[in-house]
């Protein structure tokens, strides 16, 4: 079946404009999450939503970024008035997450959207 | 605050060794840990999910095994091959539903 799917694949913004970025998830996977990966680092945790509820935010890292899932499904990552420090990959992940199987429960990443911020 | 890190941060061998990567974290308290490849430009690839109660995970000519107790993971390549090449990224699951990352091996096999 069809995988984690992210776009654009590439984006690049002015400062101070505003981003959206989209993440179609595996059909019937619970859990959504959003990762944040700069240059030469591992992906670090935004944000996570089980169905359309948003369920940990901790690893926002200010209030200009915001994520929404409204019907449980595809889920945007919006970020506002963008600076250069969120040049970034960003990575969307999904995990069936059964109840009672949370914990073993693997989560499949997207190809991840490129945002470069000049 | 869980930390990971993964030695050596960049590896080359020629084709048809074997290699181990290392992963160590610094809160035993996990529910789990994964290997994960990823190629250039490209998403993650999970490799290997090994639950807090298990020793180790088998695939192919991949092995992890884990050791809870002290905070390590290690992650066994049998004859390396070019297509091998790849960065390798451990990752921890705490209480949370949320990964933490090392930051990865860049692994080189030269043909």
């Known amino acids: 079946g069809a995988g984690v799917s992210q776009s654009p694949r590439y984006k690049v913004a002015k400062r101070g404009q505003d981003v959206a970025l989209r993440c179609d998830p595996i059909s019937g996977h619970v859990s959504l999450f959003w990762y944040q990966q700069a240059l030469g680092q591992g992906p670090e945790f935004l944000t996570y939503f089980q169905n359309e509820a948003q369920l940990d935010k901790s690893g926002l890292p200010s209030d200009r970024f915001f994520a929404e899932r409204p019907e449980g499904s595809v889920s945007t990552l919006k970020i506002q008035r963008t600076q250069q420090e969120d040049s970034a990959v960003y990575l969307c992940?999904?995990?069936?997450?059964?109840?009672?199987?949370?914990?073993?429960?693997?989560?499949?990443f997207g190809p991840g959207t490129r945002l470069l911020v000049l | 605050k869980q930390e990971v890190t993964q030695i050596p941060a960049a590896l080359s061998v020629p084709e048809g060794e074997n290699l181990v990567l290392n992963c160590s974290f610094t809160?035993?308290?996990?529910?789990?840990l994964q290997w994960f490849r990823q190629d250039p430009g490209k998403g993650l690839t999970s490799l290997l999910l090994?639950?807090?109660?298990?020793r180790e995970q088998t695939s192919g000519r991949l092995n992890a095994s884990l050791d809870k107790s002290s905070g390590r993971s290690t992650l066994y390549i049998a004859a390396s091959q070019p297509g091998d090449s790849a960065t390798y990224l451990c990752a921890v699951r705490g209480g949370s539903e949320k990964l933490v990352f090392g930051k990865g091996t860049k692994l080189t096999v030269n043909p």
């Open positions: 992940a999904s995990s069936l997450d059964r109840q009672g199987r949370g914990a073993q429960e693997t989560q499949y």
């Open positions: 809160d035993s308290a996990i529910y789990n």
């Open positions: 090994i639950q807090s109660s298990q």
